[in-house]
């Protein structure tokens, strides 16, 4: 036993030393593995410093080459500003000089630079510059070069100033005729004979037209002014040579843009709404119907005067079938025959007050209509205020509009029908009259019969 205890302890002992020895190599191996890594990096940096030090000769050269640079460029700037000084006191001396030279011309030109910026203003919007383009650019051109730089007018330029003055002035005073590309209302570029009347108004196939300066184009108004002028423009264009009435506008367009952007009849009814459109309805029922007892009337009126005139009785008239009852009841005493005149004449009364009641009824309810339209514009336009201010006067344009507009439809119903009943009331009660005369008399013959 002991000599087995012995051996695994020297077999132990042998196997410790092998591990020893193995850690011992990887130790050495370890430690000559960093000596050549650290050779190599140092032979890294000696060659980066090898090609630095070739390196910095070059980089010395360039410093000096762009500090050369720079001198020079300070020397050149300082020469520079030396003579922009100089410059500067040669131009004052010459600026000095010339108006020293100019004397009064330069007043001159001041004032021709005015009237030339005051004259490209005028013909920008005259419309004499629809026949004779490009002049406003000329002027405006001319202004300018005088008020931005030295640069005086040429006698050529002034001549011309004065002249485009003086053909302003002289085609103000002339109807002329010239072609020219229309705009259409529908959009469409149409080359036109166009009839022009001083300053004042352009005129095609009968309609009037307006100049843009700023586009420079001629075209229709989208909205053209009444008939009658409409007319008179169409005869102008027709005419040869003799006198027509033309209506003008001295402002050049301003008063005509304003006149054809007033709303017509029909949008005026449409300012009124539905209460507007209810009010005509019930108006133009009235008016039929007071069409209808005017023609009935006039012709009862006339049968009633035909009856009157001759004896025989004839029954397709109220008179005539009144005086039918006399022959009717001819042995009936006067009190019978009164009772009996009364009733025929209670039975005409009706058929000729027909209606009358309606055209009275709505001679009164018009108004009252015309007011609630009143009454519904103005709480749009107080909620109109309420939402938006009163910062915009077209938000409340609105629904004061259809308040006027809906209390003068009221108005235009009522006052007509008012007159027409009146009228009809007084004509079917004097049809009346005739008929209680005549009845008076029948019933007076019969009593002095008896």
Partial sequence: MNRIAVGLAALSISAGAAAQNDRAMDLDALLKQLEEGQFKQTEQNKAREREFMQKRAEQDRMLEETRERRDALLQASERLETQFEENDFKLADLQGALDERLGSLKELFGVLQQVAGDTKNK??????????????????GMAQEMGSSSKLASIEEI??????????????????????????AGGEKVNKEVVRVGPFALVSDGKYLEYNGVTETVSELVRQPADRYMDSAENLQQSSGELVEFGIDPTGGSILGLLVQAPTLQERVEQGGPVGYIILVVGAFGLLLALERLISLTIIKTKVNKQLKRKEIKTNNPLGRVLKVRDDHPNADTEALELHLTEAILGEVPKLSRNLTIIKIISVVAPLMGLLGTVTGMINTFQAITLFGTGDPKLMAGGISTALVTTVLGLVVAIPMTLLYAMLNTRSKNIVYILQEQASGVIAERAERG
């Fill in 159 to 184: 001549e011309r100033v004065w002249y485009e003055m003086q053909r302003e002035m002289t085609e103000s005073g002339k109807v002329t005729k010239f072609n020219t590309d229309v705009v259409e």
């Fill in 123 to 140: 013909f920008y919007n005259s419309m004499i510059s629809a026949q004779y383009t490009g002049r406003s650019e000329f002027l405006d």
